[in-house]
């Protein structure tokens, strides 16, 4: 059996000495050092023959060793059996590294420990840049106003900013998977979808839709994008992105498209309108010098309507004037004393109102002077306004009647001038406008909200 036991002895020995990567000591419970083994040597500097017999405690930090760190560790081995040691340990020349490893009491020797400690320097260090990457990207996510998001790359959310909460109204949780599509517009969920479908392929995801503001109820656009935090591995990377609010610049850009529009069909619209002015001109016209007198005049009311226009962008104007100015363009004063009538109380139009009204009554007189109550001697056409209460708020009630002009039934195709009139007032405005093609004209009314740009004197 001595035999034996001294085998097992040499036997640990060799397996202490071999275990080069770790420090193995014992101590007794005055942390005197009563083994020591190469490993401990390399990693801690001190050799065998400096340690036995010394205070252990001097692998310390001494600021560990003034908090009573080491009494407190051989304690808790005593009480529980085992003790981990994750700190910051000296080696002799002074040097610092993160130490990993266990300290506990030998069997049938209470007052004999073991210490198995080795080198977690450059893992705590990796660990640490992690916490410290993970922090800043939490503090700048949660400090940008876009809606910062974290995904895999099929979509599915792992983690969602507080400003998407905020402004969805749908928790961390709510959006997790799929769940973040509730907050995106029902008609655009299939492309937000398809996008994803297609992101790994192309190395990032890009689409535009729109997304739900909770604090109104209203949809505004949303510019998303997102990458793959590893590009070489856009498969199974985890994938981040954010939602930029563009809606502002959607209606910009879709309002300079609408201008462009109207600006070339304006031209085009323009040479018309000339054409028919000086043909109407020609009817009436006894001499040449009265034709050339008339027809400057026209010409000259009709760039006055386009000196109000103009105009404003920084300033207001009557409606009435607007009115007054539009149909000086196309008809003598003859005829604006005798075949149209103009009343309703005094309104003030601010800018962008009276841009997009002038625009509309100029579509109405253009049509009128083509096709309408202005093409023939007979026409006659009124226009009055009025206010209106109603539940919601005031509104400006405006009615465009022509008489005296035969109509079959509303025309098969619709032009752009009654496009215009039927869904750039109610687009810019919040307008309600309805046309109707009656036995003897066309009617047309529109109803404005007062708070829509509109101000009454």
Same mark, same amino acid.
């Given at each position: 059996?001595?035999?034996?036991?001294?085998?097992?002895?040499?036997?640990?020995?060799?397996?202490?000495?071999?275990?080069?990567?770790?420090?193995?000591?014992?101590?007794?419970? #005055?942390?005197?050092?009563?083994?020591?083994? @190469?490993?401990? =040597?390399?990693?801690?500097?001190?050799?065998?023959? =400096?340690? @036995?017999?010394?205070?252990?405690?001097?692998?310390?930090?001494?600021? #560990?060793?003034?908090?009573?760190? /080491?009494?407190?560790?051989?304690?808790?081995?005593?009480?529980?059996?085992?003790?981990?040691?994750?700190?910051?340990?000296?080696?002799?020349?002074?040097?610092?590294?993160?130490?990993?490893?266990?300290?506990?009491?030998?069997?049938?020797?209470?007052?004999?420990?073991?210490?198995?400690?080795?080198?977690?320097?450059? $893992?705590?260090?990796?660990?640490?840049?992690?916490?410290?990457? +993970?922090?800043?990207?939490?503090?700048?996510?949660?400090?940008?106003?876009?809606?910062?998001?974290?995904?895999? /790359?099929?979509?599915?959310?792992?983690?969602?900013?507080?400003?998407?909460?905020?402004?969805?109204?749908?928790? #961390?949780?709510?959006?997790?998977?799929?769940?973040?599509?509730?907050?995106?517009?029902?008609?655009?969920?299939?492309?937000?979808?398809?996008?994803?479908?297609?992101?790994?392929?192309?190395?990032?995801?890009?689409?535009?839709?729109?997304?739900?503001?909770?604090?109104?109820?209203?949809?505004?656009?949303?510019?998303?994008?997102?990458?793959?935090?590893?590009?070489?591995?856009?498969?199974?990377?985890?994938?981040?992105?954010?939602?930029?609010? @563009?809606?502002?610049?959607?209606?910009?850009?879709?309002?300079?498209?609408?201008?462009?529009?109207?600006?070339?069909?304006?031209?085009?619209?323009?040479?018309?309108?000339?054409?028919?002015?000086?043909?109407?001109?020609?009817?009436? %016209?006894?001499?040449?010098?009265?034709?050339?007198? $008339?027809?400057?005049? +026209?010409?000259?009311?009709?760039?006055?309507? $386009?000196?109000?226009? %103009?105009?404003?962008?920084?300033?207001?104007?009557?409606?009435?004037?607007?009115?007054? %100015?539009?149909?000086?363009?196309?008809?003598?004063?003859?005829?604006?004393?005798?075949?149209?009538?103009?009343?309703?109380?005094?309104?003030?139009?601010?800018?962008?109102?009276?841009?997009?009204?002038?625009?509309?009554?100029? =579509?109405?007189?253009?049509?009128?002077?083509?096709?309408?109550?202005?093409?023939?001697?007979?026409?006659?056409? =009124?226009?009055?306004?009025?206010?209106?209460?109603?539940?919601? %708020?005031?509104?400006?009630?405006?009615?465009?009647?022509?008489?005296?002009?035969?109509?079959?039934?509303? /025309?098969?195709?619709?032009?752009?001038?009654?496009?215009?009139?039927?869904?750039?007032?109610?687009?810019?405005?919040?307008?309600?406008?309805?046309?109707?093609?009656?036995?003897?004209?066309?009617?047309?009314? @529109?109803?404005?909200?007062?708070?829509?740009?509109?101000?009454?004197?």
């Amino acid at each position: 059996m001595a035999d034996d036991s001294r085998g097992d002895s040499r036997l640990l020995s060799l397996i202490l000495e071999s275990a080069t990567d770790f420090a193995i000591f014992t101590l007794d419970d #005055d942390a005197k050092a009563t083994s020591w083994n @190469i490993g401990s =040597e390399r990693l801690l500097g001190y050799s065998s023959e =400096e340690m @036995i017999g010394q205070n252990s405690d001097v692998i310390f930090t001494p600021e #560990d060793r003034a908090k009573d760190a /080491p009494e407190w560790e051989r304690e808790q081995a005593r009480q529980h059996g085992r003790v981990k040691d994750e700190r910051w340990h000296m080696r002799r020349d002074g040097t610092r590294f993160w130490g990993s490893g266990l300290l506990m009491p030998l069997k049938d020797r209470p007052d004999q420990y073991v210490k198995i400690l080795r080198d977690f320097t450059a $893992q705590h260090n990796a660990e640490q840049q992690l916490r410290e990457s +993970r922090e800043q990207f939490r503090i700048l996510a949660t400090s940008i106003p876009q809606l910062v998001f974290r995904t895999r /790359p099929d979509g599915n959310r792992t983690w969602g900013s507080p400003q998407w909460t905020s402004f969805t109204g749908l928790d #961390d949780m709510e959006s997790r998977g799929l769940g973040w599509l509730y907050a995106v517009h029902p008609d655009d969920r299939d492309e937000t979808q398809a996008r994803w479908r297609e992101a790994v392929s192309k190395g990032e995801y890009y689409c535009e839709h729109r997304v739900l503001r909770v604090a109104d109820g209203t949809y505004r656009w949303h510019q998303t994008r997102a990458k793959p935090v590893d590009h070489g591995e856009p498969a199974t990377s985890e994938w981040v992105g954010t939602s930029t609010d @563009i809606h502002d610049l959607r209606i910009a850009q879709d309002t300079q498209a609408l201008l462009m529009a109207e600006l070339q069909h304006r031209t085009r619209n323009l040479l018309a309108v000339v054409q028919a002015v000086a043909q109407q001109i020609r009817r009436s %016209a006894q001499t040449v010098e009265e034709f050339s007198e $008339q027809f400057s005049i +026209r010409l000259r009311a009709l760039s006055r309507v $386009q000196g109000i226009l %103009a105009r404003s962008d920084h300033h207001t104007a009557a409606l009435s004037s607007v009115i007054e %100015a539009e149909l000086a363009a196309y008809v003598s004063e003859e005829d604006m004393q005798r075949r149209i009538r103009i009343h309703g109380p005094d309104v003030t139009l601010d800018a962008g109102a009276t841009q997009t009204l002038a625009l509309a009554l100029h =579509e109405l007189t253009t049509n009128a002077v083509k096709h309408g109550a202005l093409s023939r001697d007979e026409g006659t056409l =009124e226009i009055m306004w009025m206010e209106e209460e109603d539940s919601n %708020a005031p509104s400006l009630s405006l009615l465009w009647a022509e008489r005296g002009v035969p109509i079959s039934g509303p /025309p098969t195709r619709s032009g752009y001038g009654m496009e215009l009139v039927q869904r750039a007032l109610p687009y810019q405005l919040g307008a309600k406008t309805i046309v109707d093609f009656e036995p003897d004209g066309l009617r047309c009314t @529109i109803r404005v909200p007062f708070n829509r740009l509109l101000r009454a004197k």
